[in-house]
């Protein structure tokens, strides 16, 4: 740490001053603004910009402003999607559909695999962004299911529901709360569920209290580096 130090030309002194102080509320409540802004940005799939993101937030009450929204974000490297030439080809079909919120933000369960949750968060590495999802039990809090992937592709979350499957064999119908992301909405996703015996649930989109389980998880998880 001197050697940085050294090479930085700080002193260790104030580095260790500046390591001890406490965050200012300012960048408390940064912070939790920018866990909604994550969350709603990985809803969209990677795709809203600052504007939509804050209009998402104001639908959750927030009053932070369009300009901080977009500060913190460029901050994060939050980049929106560009705008694209759609290729030719047939895009015909059925559009994919939410599934209903029968959890309605009960989280407290009297027994194991009654109802699984599952998010997705994204993780820098030094080969670049890896997404990660993960399922736990709302009962336990216990992690059974969890897959990593360079895209955010439907396989990423079937994948980690396999996993949890095969891992905990439930003997009865299970609830699984999930975002309206189209990982968990896509057609092969939700024909896997229904094989399995598991019935998809999922919020209204921007709305994050239901999955507040695996946000907390994602925190812990950011914060310790494991």
């Known amino acids: 740490m001197r050697h940085l130090c050294q090479t930085l030309k700080v002193h260790p002194s104030g580095y260790y001053a500046w390591l001890a102080k406490a965050q200012c509320a300012r960048a408390k409540e940064d912070q939790r603004l920018l866990g909604l802004i994550k969350h709603a940005w990985l809803e969209s799939g990677g795709v809203y910009g600052y504007r939509k993101i804050h209009d998402d937030l104001r639908e959750l009450g927030e009053t932070c402003g369009r300009n901080r929204v977009g500060r913190l974000m460029q901050v994060e490297a939050l980049r929106t999607q560009a705008a694209y030439r759609?290729?030719?080809?047939?895009?015909?079909?059925?559009?994919t559909a939410a599934s209903p919120n029968h959890l309605a933000r009960q989280s407290k369960v009297s027994e194991p695999n009654?109802?699984?949750?599952?998010?997705?968060?994204?993780?820098?590495?030094?080969?670049?962004?890896?997404?990660?999802?993960?399922?736990?039990?709302?009962?336990?809090?216990?992690?059974?299911?969890?897959?990593?992937?360079?895209?955010?592709?439907?396989?990423?979350?079937?994948?980690?529901?396999?996993?949890?499957?095969?891992?905990?064999?439930?003997?009865?119908?299970?609830?699984?709360?999930?975002?309206q992301g189209s990982q968990f909405s896509s057609p092969d996703c939700q024909s896997f569920l229904k094989a399995n015996s598991v019935i998809s649930n999922m919020s209204r989109r921007g709305?994050?209290?239901?999955?507040?389980?695996?946000?907390?998880?994602?925190?812990?998880?950011?914060?310790?580096?494991?």
């Not at 239901?210 to 310790?224: I, M, R």
Request: charged content about 20%.
């Open 207 to 226: 709305i994050c209290h239901d999955n507040a389980v695996a946000e907390n998880f994602f925190q812990l998880l950011k914060q310790e580096r494991i």
């Open 86 to 95: 759609r290729r030719p080809g047939f895009y015909g079909g059925k559009p």
């Open 114 to 179: 009654m109802v699984w949750v599952t998010d997705i968060t994204y993780i820098r590495t030094y080969e670049g962004w890896l997404y990660l999802v993960v399922l736990l039990d709302l009962f336990s809090r216990q992690v059974f299911g969890w897959s990593m992937k360079p895209k955010m592709c439907s396989d990423l979350a079937i994948d980690a529901m396999l996993m949890a499957v095969w891992r905990r064999e439930p003997q009865h119908q299970v609830m699984i709360h999930s975002g």
